[in-house]
């Protein structure tokens, strides 16, 4: 099925019977929609977008869900980590990437300092999000430790996505970005872990930098959906931040990623030519100049 095809749309506020991809056109994708996309063993994508304009290409391609990702610090606003990240960036981001999309759910990251300090401190900022910024959910970081906050964000009717795993908000307790779960011990706390999401209310989870073989464990026996990134192919979702997916990051990238465009050369290459026209005197042109 594609987005030309689609099923006919279900009521207002029902879950799609068709595929997420085409399936929904009338109304934002809804967290009932991806908990029927797992029941029927549909996979699906997710996209980092921090504006407008990349937001609006993705949700035209048929992504059903957004993050706004505290990648941004890495991506956009030159921070070496996540954790600089602010509320005040993470509303205006979120906010950017709900006007410029209609279809995709839009899921807004929690920022570093903006929910470990207690349930409420998260119950204010989360609100934020929602109110302020438009998104249609909220994601935070850890598993046990996160349950109650995740539990009264639930309660208060905010959808919540957990990440557990590698989660680049510890980087620094972690020294770096080491894959987790290895092992008996770090084996059975990340399944605690995501079973504590689970029960808290989590529509989805996370997981990020896990064995394939532990992530399709986490995946069998949980019933909401796992997003993986670096957690191999039996994860119910996979998503990649933009900027690695489509080659604009410069340098490195992590082992997980697939680069299906090569724009950053593309871009690159439009800069030296536009450079080139204006040195040499043919741009603007008659065509490109008023009378």
Not at 32 to 38: H, N, S, T, V
Not at 71 to 78: E, F, I, M, R
Not at 175 to 188: L, N, S
Not at 285 to 291: I, L, N, R
Request: hydrophobic fraction near 45%; include cysteine; aromatic fraction near 6%.
């Amino acid at each position: 099925m594609n987005a030309s095809s689609p099923s006919p749309s279900p009521a207002r506020g029902q879950a799609s019977t068709a595929t997420l991809y085409g399936g929904v056109t009338n109304r934002r994708v809804t967290v009932r929609d991806l908990a029927a996309a797992k029941q029927r063993g549909e996979k699906w994508s997710m996209l980092t977008a921090y504006d407008a304009l990349t937001g609006g290409v993705f949700d035209e391609a048929g992504i059903p869900v957004l993050l706004v990702g505290d990648s941004a610090g890495n991506c956009h606003l030159g921070y070496e980590t996540t954790v600089p990240v602010t509320m005040d960036q993470m509303v205006m981001l979120s906010a950017a990437v709900v006007r410029g999309t209609k279809r995709a759910m839009i899921v807004a990251d929690m920022p570093f300092g903006s929910y470990q300090e207690s349930p409420a401190q998260a119950m204010h900022n989360a609100a934020r999000l929602m109110k302020e910024a438009g998104a249609g959910a909220v994601k935070l970081e850890g598993g046990e430790r996160s349950a109650r906050s995740i539990e009264l964000l639930v309660e208060a009717g905010i959808p919540v996505m957990a990440h557990i795993g590698l989660t680049p908000q510890s980087v620094h307790a972690f020294g770096g970005y080491p894959v987790q779960g290895r092992g008996d011990e770090a084996a059975h706390q990340l399944l605690r872990d995501a079973k504590a999401v689970q029960q808290a209310g989590a529509f989805a989870v996370v997981l990020e930098a896990v064995p394939a073989e532990l992530a399709a464990q986490v995946t069998e026996e949980l019933a909401i959906p796992t997003v993986g990134i670096g957690a191999g192919v039996d994860t119910d979702a996979q998503v990649l931040v933009w900027t690695d997916m489509a080659g604009m990051t410069a340098g490195r990238v992590p082992k997980f990623v697939k680069q299906y465009a090569n724009l950053r050369a593309v871009l690159g290459d439009a800069a030296r030519e536009f450079a080139a026209d204006v040195s040499a005197g043919a741009f603007p042109a008659a065509e490109h100049s008023f009378s």
